[in-house]
């Protein structure tokens, strides 16, 4: 499943990074974007990777954006906790498309009213 939202980048946060417990180095970056929702309008992505947090550089906070992104969640000790990971970052009006199929809808986007489905 992929998604994507519009909105306007509010803050970039420092890079992080580390070591796994395999050994292996890593790095990650977050963003917040506004998307002007009526409830909880703040969204944080995460870069993982250099190739991802590359993509960043060519935005600044004030710039609209579409931001297509996947959700995964983990369980530790009883608890889940969930990571918004975005893999593409678009000006606000490009297509967000993975493998040249059209751009997923918005997740507040509401079916249109005109729709001539029978159901």
Known sequence: MSLAVK????KVLSIESGTS???KEWKKQGFVIDTGAQ??????????GD???AMLRNFGEGQEVEVAFNI?????????YHN??????NPAGAAVAAGGAAPA???DDAPAE?????F
Not at 41 to 47: A, K, N, Q, T
Not at 72 to 80: L, V
Not at 114 to 118: A, E, G, H, K, M
Request: some cysteine.
């Open 105 to 107: 809808p918005a997740i």
């Open 21 to 23: 417990k395999a050994g």
């Open 114 to 118: 005109d729709d001539d489905l029978p």
């Open 7 to 10: 909105g306007r980048i509010t």
């Open 84 to 89: 918004i990971d975005a893999w593409k970052i």
């Open 51 to 53: 190739d991802k947090i």
């Open 72 to 80: 995964s969640s983990r369980e530790f000790n009883g608890k889940y």
């Open 39 to 48: 409830y909880n309008p703040e969204v944080c992505f995460s870069l993982f």
